[in-house]
């Protein structure tokens, strides 16, 4: 409970910073509709995996009754955190590929790019795929990997709080835009992150067919 308790005010605290702390959300300069494109998908599905990754900290809140529920939310996250660092991802390897477009809209600080997003990146790896092997095995090959998935976790919502903190204002700008945007096309960026959500929620769904054979009572220690 404590953990999910931390976890909870982690991300509502940088929430609250981010408007001090963000990125400059005057974004009239990058007007590129490919650099705007991917901005906004990368913004509006940030936005529904913060929404998730408060879900994920009431399941750990209340990790001793509703394990079931961690594991819905966790799959129900997997595409759309797919979405996101193939977003993210491509967009740094057209910046530092050359491409005028991307170059146009100029990069994160150092910091950002150099520190919080391969943490971020690592630590994300390690909690899905070490939370997919206590769902598939539970504790089969021993405990070291709930300890792996414990400590990652950890890594995760730090590297994540500051990630909200940095990108948090200038997201939120390109996310308000893009949801509240006409629509013009069938293919968009709203309707690029619902269908992430739509396939996080059939992964969900299926993964029902499945009991796990983790225990409820030891995760919560």
């Known amino acids: 409970?404590?953990?999910?308790?931390?976890?909870?005010?982690?991300?509502?605290?940088?929430?609250?910073?981010?408007?001090?702390?963000?990125?400059?959300?005057?974004?009239?300069?990058?007007?590129?509709?490919?650099?705007?494109?991917?901005?906004?998908?990368?913004?509006?599905?940030?936005?529904?995996?913060?929404?998730?990754?408060?879900?994920?900290?009431?399941?750990?809140?209340?990790?001793?009754?509703?394990?079931?529920?961690?594991?819905?939310?966790?799959?129900?996250?997997?595409?759309?955190?797919?979405?996101?660092?193939?977003?993210?991802?491509?967009?740094?390897?057209?910046?530092?590929?050359?491409?005028?477009?991307?170059?146009?809209?100029?990069?994160?600080?150092?910091?950002?790019?150099?520190?919080?997003?391969?943490?971020?990146l690592a630590s994300t790896v390690v909690v899905f795929a070490t939370g997919l092997e206590l769902w598939a095995f539970g504790l089969a090959f021993g405990g070291g990997w709930r300890t792996a998935h414990a400590l990652s976790a950890v890594v995760l919502i730090l590297s994540a709080a500051a990630h909200v903190i940095g990108h948090g204002r200038r997201s939120a700008a390109a996310a308000v835009e893009e949801a509240s945007g006409p629509t013009h096309a069938a293919i968009t960026p709203r309707s690029i992150v619902v269908g992430s959500l739509l396939l996080g929620l059939a992964l969900a769904l299926a993964s029902l067919l499945y009991v796990s054979p983790f225990p409820s009572v030891s995760f919560g220690g």
């Not at 910073?17 to 300069?29: E, I, Q, Y």
């Not at 529920?69 to 966790?74: A, R």
């Open 1 to 120: 409970m404590t953990f999910g308790l931390a976890f909870l005010a982690a991300f509502v605290i940088a929430a609250g910073l981010a408007p001090f702390a963000g990125l400059r959300a005057d974004r009239t300069k990058e007007r590129s509709p490919a650099a705007a494109q991917n901005e906004r998908i990368t913004a509006l599905d940030g936005a529904a995996i913060y929404v998730l990754f408060i879900a994920v900290a009431i399941t750990v809140v209340r990790i001793g009754e509703p394990l079931s529920w961690h594991y819905l939310v966790g799959f129900l996250l997997i595409p759309p955190t797919a979405l996101k660092v193939w977003t993210t991802g491509s967009r740094f390897a057209q910046y530092y590929g050359g491409s005028a477009t991307f170059r146009q809209a100029g990069p994160p600080p150092l910091f950002l790019r150099f520190v919080v997003a391969p943490v971020l």
